[in-house]
């Protein structure tokens, strides 16, 4: 008879692939913000995170087998357990979330005439999303989708509402790119915070019998789903706009 270890040694190595899944799942977005990771490094680093995530499953379960045989180091597998859930659960929340929202990266107030960009074109170069509107396929999925995300109308002058709307973008955190009171135009850009990812604002103000109306725009450079960020952007957006005197 041998003296067993008190740990099997799969236990301990499905801890270390956990928390090295762990890592890369929380280092993967800051790594792409800082300029450390392109955008396919760091999809791959999530790509290798949730393999490591499912390899700790399976190491754990297999652990904590071994540890109920030998009545000893069940805690360690447990524990990797635990943290193929966190990893695992995670990325199931952000996947039921993407699941439950339009896979489109263009959301805007106006689907028949859309706000145009002018001034974000050149920050634009290289981006994978192209800044010209999807056509009727894409706003009936917004119109199902996010049927709440519609013109805002203030019974103000087209001046005091421009006024209003560039006050309350400025309050937004985004980076204002121009504004233009002659067409009634503001164009700002806003970066995501965990990747650093860059969406397009665009707000148009015009005169309507009653006062004034204000459209948005919210386009990624990136990405087909933005799940849910533009629409949320945008709504996040008007009520400020609205509450404002």
């Given amino acids: 008879m041998y003296d067993e270890p008190k740990t099997s040694r799969i236990a301990r190595l499905s801890v270390a ?3 090295a899944s762990c890592l890369a799942l929380g280092a993967a977005g800051p790594l792409h913000r800082l300029g450390f990771l392109g955008l396919a490094g760091a999809f ?37 357990m635990i943290l193929s859930v966190l990893s695992l659960g995670s990325l199931g929340v952000l996947a039921g979330k993407a699941a439950r929202v339009p ?31 999807g056509g009727p396929e894409i706003a009936a999925q917004q119109h199902r989708g996010y049927a709440d995300i519609l013109p805002l109308m ?5 001046a005091r509402a421009f006024d209003r709307a560039l ?7 985004w980076e204002l790119v121009a504004s233009d009171a002659a067409s009634g135009r503001i164009e700002a850009t806003d970066t995501t915070f965990w990747f650093g990812f860059k969406d397009d604002v665009v707000i148009r103000v015009t005169a309507t019998p009653d006062g004034s109306r ?12 933005d799940i849910g960020a533009n629409a949320a952007r945008i709504r996040t957006y008007l009520a400020r706009l609205q509450s404002r005197p």
């Fill in 44 to 80: 791959g680093v999530l790509k290798w995170a949730v393999y490591g995530a499912v390899a700790t499953l399976v190491l754990a379960v297999i652990g904590i087998v071994i540890a109920v045989r030998r009545r000893s180091g069940r805690s360690t597998a447990v524990t990797a």
């Fill in 214 to 225: 204000v459209d948005v725009r919210s386009l990624s450079r990136v990405g087909g789903s």
């Fill in 103 to 133: 896979r489109i990266h263009d959301v805007t107030t106006d689907t028949e005439h859309p706000p145009a960009f002018v001034a974000v074109l050149p920050l634009r170069a290289g981006a994978l999303n192209p800044v010209e509107y």
């Fill in 154 to 158: 203030l019974s103000v002058p087209p």
């Fill in 167 to 173: 006050a309350a973008a400025q309050t937004q955190g």
């Fill in 17 to 19: 692939i956990g928390v």
